[in-house]
């Protein structure tokens, strides 16, 4: 999110998917947070969990190459909108403080959807075996009336 939209707050992991070479990369995290103080969890591989099998090719893009794209070397990928808020409703957490909450209003203004029913026909496009819990839907039915709350109570 901090790609797509300059949100500038603290974050304490980055999310990655890591496909090849996984031992050389954990050792170079693990070497990098050590140099840093940002202990061996900084690089966040649990949101392959979120990836839907349902995801289109133009779903996520090739933000950079490091050090350039005919080398080997770190591709940066990043999802865009309607992706990333349907990855941020499956892992919604309930009670957990507003964090996510604030991520999933972002997106949903983002990408336009301003209706409970809108968000989750969304979900259900890249979750379609997934149904979202209970709990899940009275946070996302809480999110569409903050998103259609008028300006002077929102």
Known sequence: MILHFGINRVTHDVDAVIETEHGPVQQAVREIGRI???GESWLNESVSVYLAQAARLDDISLFRSYPTEG???????????????????????TGTGQRDKDDVLVLARATSLTTAEQLIALHKTYY???????????IIGEIAELLNASPDTA
């Open 71 to 93: 080398m080997i070397g770190l591709r940066v990928f990043v999802a865009n909108p309607r992706y990333m808020l349907a990855m941020k409703l499956a892992a919604l957490r």
């Open 36 to 38: 840093h103080g940002w």
């Open 128 to 138: 379609p075996s997934d149904p979202l819990d209970a709990r899940k839907l009275v």
